[in-house]
């Protein structure tokens, strides 16, 4: 079984831009979470979508969002990128259920510059 | 709010000996799960180990188990006869059982593995 692919691997961008990442989940999973993870925060929650609806939300600003998809592949947006927006921005895709681990992408790493 | 704390954020462990990864928890839920994440250098994180909070007895999968203390709010990790492949970044997390839960994870902790 194939596992989560995240795309693309690296970005570079610029302040003021926006950025675009996608995420393919395993075949059969419905629910989508993104986490963003740095050295000073570590891991935090940004949203979780099941079956094209967003289920739950993390403390983040307006500026991220995400969708996702009827076949559940998802996306991220972040508008207006600021410097604190550099981060490993990771997705992980899971069966429905808190009992359910979550299977993590590799991540996309993005720098703003 | 629920909040996980990982109060050492680095670790050594000489190889074949064990160590203990310490992990607490804030919660006002009774009905929650909680994680050990392991994200190796440059690769991707996967899970180690879970437990269910109603489920008194400490969950083991090979050379991981778990010290679980509900009334503490304590999740330690121990990991007997360490190899060379346990070093990586660990995670401790805790999601509750509640409809639009999330999960939510520890800072972490850098654990190495002296050969």
């Known amino acids: 079984k194939a596992g989560v692919t995240q795309t693309p691997r690296y970005l570079i961008k610029t302040r003021g831009q926006q950025v675009t990442l996608s995420c393919s989940p395993i075949?059969?999973?419905?629910?989508v979470s993104w986490y963003q993870q740095t050295p000073g925060q570590g891991l935090q929650f940004l949203f979780e979508?099941?079956?094209?609806?967003?289920?739950n939300k993390g403390n983040f600003p307006g500026r991220f969002s995400g969708r996702q998809f009827s076949n559940s592949r998802s996306e991220m947006n972040v508008s207006t990128l600021e410097l604190g927006d550099s981060a490993l921005y990771l997705c992980?895709?899971?069966?429905?259920?808190?009992?359910?681990?979550?299977?993590f992408g590799p991540g996309t790493r993005l720098t703003v510059t | 709010a629920q909040t996980v704390t990982q109060s050492q954020p680095e670790m050594s462990v000489q190889e074949a000996e064990t160590v203990t990864l310490s992990c607490t928890y804030d919660?006002?839920?009774?009905?929650?799960?909680l994680f050990w994440y392991k994200q190796p250098p440059s690769r991707q994180m996967i899970l180690v180990i879970r437990?269910?909070?109603?489920?008194?007895q400490n969950a083991t999968e090979n050379r991981f188990s778990v010290n679980f203390q509900k009334a503490a709010k304590s999740f330690s990790l121990k990991i007997s006869d360490s190899q060379l492949g346990d070093a990586a970044m660990y995670f401790c997390?805790?999601?509750?059982?509640?409809?639009?839960?999330?999960?939510?994870f520890g800072k972490g902790i850098t654990l190495s593995v002296r050969p």
């Open positions: 979508y099941f079956s094209e609806t967003q289920r």
């Open positions: 075949s059969g999973h419905r629910s």
């Open positions: 997390a805790y999601r509750s059982n509640g409809a639009n839960s999330k999960l939510t």
């Open positions: 437990q269910e909070a109603y489920k008194q």
């Open positions: 992980a895709s899971s069966l429905d259920g808190a009992y359910y681990e979550q299977y």
């Open positions: 919660t006002s839920e009774s009905d929650y799960y």
